[in-house]
Each structure stands twice: as C-alpha cells, then as structure tokens.
C-alpha cells in the first residue's frame, strides 16, 4: 500500500502541471475570471433596469428612449454602435462566466469524489451558495434565451414591430399570459439569490477586504439585490395588474 | 450511556469502505471522544477483530492530528473544539452517532478513518517558509510589528493544518488553510521577500493536489477549530491576485 497521494493518470498530472505554470488557470485565477465579468454583468443589468422604469412615463417616453439607445452617438458614431458595445460586451462576459462557472464546478466535483453519509445542515456564512449559484445560473440563461426570443427578436412575442418596445412589454405581460409573467419572476427570484451571493463572492476574490468590510459588502449585495429584484419585478406585475397598458 | 455507532470501515486505499454497525454500553460522559473511540478498539481487539484505525497525537488540541467528521461535521458537533477535545457529555445517553473520514481527493483515505494529508505537506513546501540568516537568535523586539498586524498574524498562526476545511467545503477546497499561511507570513516583516512566490507556489500545488476552488460558502470558517475567518481568503486572494499580475 503506497501512503503517496498519486495522480489519477498521468496525462490529468501532467495538465495539472501544466496549469500550475500559468497562474491565471488556477482556481482563482479562474475565479477572479469570473468575478470580472459577473461585475461587469452586474453593471449592465442595473441599467437595463433603469432604463425599464421609462415605460411608466408612457408609450412615446418608453418608444423614444428605446430609439434614443439605437441612435446614441449619430451621426458622429455608426447607428446602433452603443447597442453593439454592450451585445458584444455580454457575449463575452457571459462565455467568461459560463465557462469559469462549467470549469470550476468540474474541479470542485473530482476535489469532493465521495459525498459523507451523514448530511449535515450547512452552516457557513452563505450557506448552500455552491448550489444556488450553479443550478440558479442555468435558470437564469434559460430565461436569458426566452427573454431575447420575447422582447429582443420578439418571436414568441404577438408585437413583431421592433420599435414598439412598450407595446411588446405590455403584450408580454398581458394577464392571459400569465405563465410568462409567473416565469419571469421565478427567474428574478434566482437572479436576486444569485446577485445577494454574487455581488458580496465577487468583492471578496477581487478586493479581498477585511471582516468588517466583508460584512458591509454583503449588506451592500443584498440591498443591491432586492433593488435590481423590485425594479425589474414592478414592470410585468404593473402590466398584469392594469397600471400600465 | 449507552451508543449506537456508524463507522466507516475500509481495508486499506484500494477498498471499498461501507458504514458499519457497532454498539457501546456503560461510556463515561467524561470521556473524551477519541477515548469512546479506545474502548470500542480494546472491545475489537478482545474479540480478534480488527481495531477502528483513526489518527490523533497530542489529545489537547494543538497538533492537528485528529481527524473525523461526526454527524457530517468535521471534529463534531462543538464549535471551535478538535474531536480530541470533544467530550461525551455533548451527547446523550441513546444517540447514534455516525463517524467518517475528512472526505477529498486530495486526501485519500489509507484505512478506515485515517487519510493521507500530505497533500497540505506539499503546499507548505512550495511556499510556506521564510528565508532567514543563520546566525544566533535576533532579539524578540529587533524588528517593530505593529500590535494590529501581530494579533492578526497570530490568530491565523493558530491554524493547526488539521483539514477540517477542506471536509467542510463542498468544494474540497483547502483555501482557508492556504489564506491562514499566506495571512501569518505575510502580515509580519519577516515573510515579505517571498510574500509573491509564496503565494503563486502555495496555489499551484494546491491545485495540483486536486483541492477544488472556493464558491465562498463559508463551511470552512465554521467548521476550523481554530476559528480562522474568511477575510484570509480574502487575502490570499490579494496577493495572488497582485502577484499574478506582477509574474504575467
């Protein structure tokens, strides 16, 4: 019997190896990876919700800012470049993100092989965070891709002129599709969880702050959260319920 | 009081393990739980069976010997206590208790409840030293070190290398034992010249180990007998960050 901890094969010894040379591979190389682009994610989507709350200004305000979005920088810039920033941005922090996320989650499932008989209630600070942030972020990109199939190509939408965003959100959230609406926030309930730990995980691989600002990072991405949460939640519930129409 | 018992049981590395059944009557309260753990062995030695094989030196908490997770918690359902520590009074007359091993790649089992935790051997030899001139001892207050940056030093020098964190972590990842080294040398002026091969070392063999990375879930900070915080990952996480920029 040997006492010395041998590789599974050689060949996953010498990728070990391998990645032990290039120090942005390794776990937390791969995670400050990940933190960047969650940031820059997070960032995005607190101005897509700002940007939501014009439809209560009505159909023209809403149509106008939806335009303004397409012609910003015109004619000094080419139409559309913003939009084109931003599509481009998120593609790529989005395959950063997915991709650390799929890495990650192998590594820690061959660092964990046998799971303990005995099941004990966790009990860490953010408590069950390796599970919301893995199977909440599948939730959250199956509703990315309904949400671009709904009000960005509007192929599942009844409102298939692309500068009436008020009126596709209104049709969206319309009472009789109720089951949008209910899924909708579902998927805002696994961002909210997502962001509470997200935020708070991501300031501590980036900054690395000391207890007493860790704590106030994780007041701060739960307040984030619940913000990005109700903001966004008040548009279709304000469509189902009549306010806006 | 009387104890039901679950313990895993396996042959050697290459064994299949399973759960198995073992009564105890008549254990003193004032027992400690490596001591339950003796009488049952003296019990299975009487009868020729094979002795539970598990690891403890010191028994008063400071080697880091003792292992065990009991009822899925590693050292037990005590907050900062190791399992050497951990007395019979904290159960009740009746109860089942389930013992396994710390459970990780990087620490395969060798028999029964004892693993091989070479694995953090290794990270301590690819950065967990200082370089320091030979010569007779300096005097104690030769080089001034703020009582902030001592007291904190300090605290994260009580990690005992047990690897309660790494059975915590769903991850099997040993970053809080990493941050406590990278958080005791480089908080005094003496771990400075290595502070970034320390660190860039320290993290590949971790990794090369097969410890998992860190979602932050903090089961590792609850379940450290030594009550080591998450703000060392914090600043592990500093310095890898700094000096991975600075090697790239």
Redesign the interface.
């Known amino acids: 019997?040997?006492?010395?901890?041998q590789?599974r094969t050689a060949a996953t010894a010498a990728k070990?190896?391998q990645?032990?040379?290039k120090?942005?591979r390794?776990?937390?190389?791969?995670?400050?990876a990940m933190a960047v682009s969650g940031v820059l994610m997070v960032l995005f989507i607190i101005v897509h919700m700002a940007g939501n709350l014009h439809i209560f200004e009505g159909r023209e305000e809403m149509n106008a800012y939806a335009a303004g979005l397409r012609s910003f920088g015109e004619p000094l810039l080419p139409h559309e470049s913003l939009l084109w920033v931003l599509r481009i941005g998120l593609i790529a922090s989005i395959a950063v993100h997915i991709w650390t996320g799929i890495v990650?989650s192998a590594?820690?499932?061959?660092?964990?092989?046998?799971?303990?008989?005995?099941?004990?209630k966790?009990?860490?600070?953010?408590?069950?965070?390796?599970?919301n942030?893995r199977f909440g972020g599948i939730v959250i990109f199956l509703f990315v891709i309904w949400h671009l199939l709904d009000l960005t190509w509007r192929t599942v939408n009844p409102v298939k002129d692309v500068h009436d965003a008020y009126g596709a959100v209104v049709a969206a959230f319309d009472p009789s599709r109720w089951p949008v609406t209910v899924f909708y926030l579902l998927a805002l309930t696994a961002l909210g969880i997502h962001l509470r730990?997200g935020i708070?995980?991501a300031v501590?691989?980036?900054?690395?702050?000391?207890?007493k600002w860790?704590k106030r990072t994780q007041a701060i991405a739960l307040a984030v959260a619940v913000i990005i949460v109700a903001g966004f939640a008040i548009v279709p519930l304000s469509v189902t319920f009549g306010l806006v129409s | 009081m009387k104890l039901k018992l679950?313990i895993?049981r396996q042959a050697?590395?290459?064994a299949k393990g399973r759960?198995v059944a073992y009564e105890l009557d008549e254990v003193s309260e004032d027992a400690s739980f490596l001591e339950m753990l003796d009488v049952l062995n003296e019990r299975l030695i009487s009868e020729g069976e094979d002795p539970v094989a598990f690891d403890h030196d010191c028994r008063e908490g400071i080697c880091g010997a003792c292992s065990l997770?009991i009822?899925?918690?590693p050292h037990g359902p005590q907050a900062a206590t190791t399992t050497c520590q951990l007395h019979m009074r904290k159960f009740r007359d009746g109860d089942s208790i389930?013992i396994?091993p710390w459970?990780?790649?990087?620490f395969?089992v060798?028999k029964d409840l004892v693993v091989?935790r070479?694995?953090f051997d290794r990270i301590i030899q690819a950065g967990g030293y200082i370089s320091a001139p030979t010569g007779t001892a300096p005097d104690a207050h030769a080089v001034p070190i703020p009582k902030q940056d001592a007291d904190a030093a300090f605290s994260a020098a009580a990690c005992i290398g047990c690897g309660a964190c790494v059975a915590?972590?769903?991850?099997?990842?040993g970053?809080l034992f990493m941050g406590a080294k990278v958080a005791h040398l480089g908080l005094t002026p003496q771990g400075q010249p290595e502070r970034a091969t320390r660190v860039?070392g320290m993290?590949?063999?971790?990794?090369?180990?097969?410890?998992?990375?860190?979602?932050?879930?903090?089961?590792?900070?609850?379940a450290c007998p030594k009550e080591i915080?998450?703000?060392v990952?914090?600043?592990?996480?500093?310095?890898?960050?700094k000096?991975?920029a600075r090697?790239?």
């Open positions: 019997m040997s006492t010395d901890l590789p070990r190896a990645a032990a040379r120090p942005w390794s776990n937390i190389g791969l995670k400050i990650l590594r820690a499932h061959h660092a964990r092989p046998v799971k303990y008989a005995h099941r004990h966790n009990r860490g600070e953010s408590r069950n965070a390796y599970l942030m730990h708070w995980s501590q691989t980036i900054a690395g702050p000391d207890t860790r | 679950r895993w050697d590395a290459d759960m997770v009822d899925g918690q389930d396994e459970r990780a790649g990087a395969p060798i091989d070479s694995a915590a972590c769903p991850n099997g990842s970053m860039l993290v590949a063999a971790h990794d090369e180990a097969g410890f998992g990375g860190c979602t932050n879930t903090g089961e590792c900070a609850a915080g998450l703000d990952i914090g600043r592990l996480n500093r310095d890898f960050r000096a991975a090697a790239a």
